[in-house]
């Protein structure tokens, strides 16, 4: 039975943007294929790890019968990816096996029944509604993703917090260690302030497939689940259930000490220091002083890297430790020319933001060193 037949890119296209999410090994065998329905010229292809879902629907594919049937998501993908640009593919069903035929090549697949595929439903009743540029989501994710936790047992450090509220729409992610706040301007505003979680797992997801453009980003929140809507693009995510830091309590508001930095001399002056920092740990020394600030770095072998930048910065002299990699992250991932620090003494944590904008903001700790 011809299910249909299509350009490779056609098939590629949608294909990669849910198989992001498809674990390679699976204690339940279905969660690593792929659903892929035919109806009319409409292709919907959906995947899921039971906590995150993406569906995508194509239209445009050549005739065929109407079915559904679900395949090995990254054996498909692989297979395609072989093929030459543009080659016309035909996908064919015959007693629970998927033929994939492009030119001389000819692929034969297992397959399981559709009916067994688990899928989230997305929830009726929203708790929010919000619309946002998929450019500005996204650049904000960029702002603050890295601050997440990877593993904690503290389970709600493993996601970040999104917070609509009136017109704005805020995030915060924290390790414990750092924390960074985001905040960027919604198309409408919201009628009550809204909280969610949003897993690891589903952040980098959108980090991966959000466009750099205007168009528009959908974005429901309801109970224990949030849809993302955009392109041709559904992904539907479990929330993480769990009380987040008060984040407002960890930003400080009076650091004395404000000293103006060129960011890429500063991020580079750093990346040097670096090299030579306890792999282990990572720490590095900032001095400041009348018109300069030291950079130092030692580790174990009594190796030791200094480097100096020329700042705008009079007043007491201030020795403090940091773990260079969590200023190497926000460095990284600002693109401002200029950044502030402010600081109050070698043992409170250091605030980060950019000149004249109040919607960035980015906590590191101090570390002894």
Do not use: C
């Not at 019968?65 to 593919?89: C, F, H, M, N, W």
């Not at 580079?268 to 009348?290: C, H, P, W, Y």
């Amino acid at each position: 039975m011809l299910l249909l037949t299509t350009t490779r890119d056609a098939l590629l296209a949608p294909l990669q943007s849910v198989a992001g999410i498809v674990e390679k090994r699976h204690t339940l065998p279905i969660l690593s294929n792929v659903l892929i329905e035919k109806h009319g010229d409409q292709l919907t292809m959906l995947a899921t790890d039971i906590e995150i879902q993406i569906r995508t629907t194509t239209g445009g594919h050549i005739g065929g019968e109407d079915a559904a049937i679900t395949v090995g998501a990254r054996k498909l993908q692989d297979i395609l990816r072989a093929l030459p640009d543009s080659t016309d593919v035909s996908l064919t069903l015959d007693d629970k096996r998927l033929t994939v035929k492009a030119g001389r090549s000819r692929f034969q697949l297992q397959t399981l029944p559709a009916a067994d595929s688990p899928s989230l439903n997305p929830p009726a009743d929203a708790a929010a509604r919000l619309s946002i540029s998929q450019r500005a989501f996204k650049r904000q994710l960029a702002q603050v993703s890295y601050a997440m936790a990877q593993q904690d047992i503290r389970y709600y450090l493993n996601g970040l917090l999104l917070i609509a509220d009136g017109g704005e729409l805020r995030m915060v992610a924290t390790d414990g260690h750092r924390l960074a706040y985001a905040a960027s301007d919604l198309d409408a505003p919201v009628e009550q302030r809204t909280e969610a979680i949003l897993p690891r797992k589903t952040v980098l997801e959108l980090a991966r497939q959000l466009a750099d453009s205007d168009d528009p980003l959908e974005i429901v929140l309801a109970g224990n689940q949030a849809v993302f809507r955009f392109g041709s693009i559904e992904l539907v995510t479990k929330l993480i259930d769990g009380k987040f830091p008060d984040y407002e309590r960890v930003i400080p508001t009076a650091h004395p000490k404000l000293v103006s930095f060129a960011r890429q001399p500063l991020l580079s002056a750093l990346q040097r220091a670096a090299i030579l920092t306890n792999e282990k740990f990572r720490g590095v020394r900032m001095v400041l002083e009348d018109g300069l600030l030291k950079i130092v770095s030692t580790n174990a072998e009594q190796e030791e890297a200094q480097d100096e930048l020329e700042i705008d910065y009079q007043g007491d002299k201030l020795d403090i430790g940091f773990n260079v990699t969590y200023l190497l992250d926000v460095l990284n991932n600002l693109s401002s020319e200029t950044v502030d620090w402010r600081f109050n003494d070698g043992n409170s944590s250091a605030l980060i933001t950019l000149p004249g904008n109040d919607k960035f903001k980015y906590v590191v700790m101090p570390m002894r060193i």
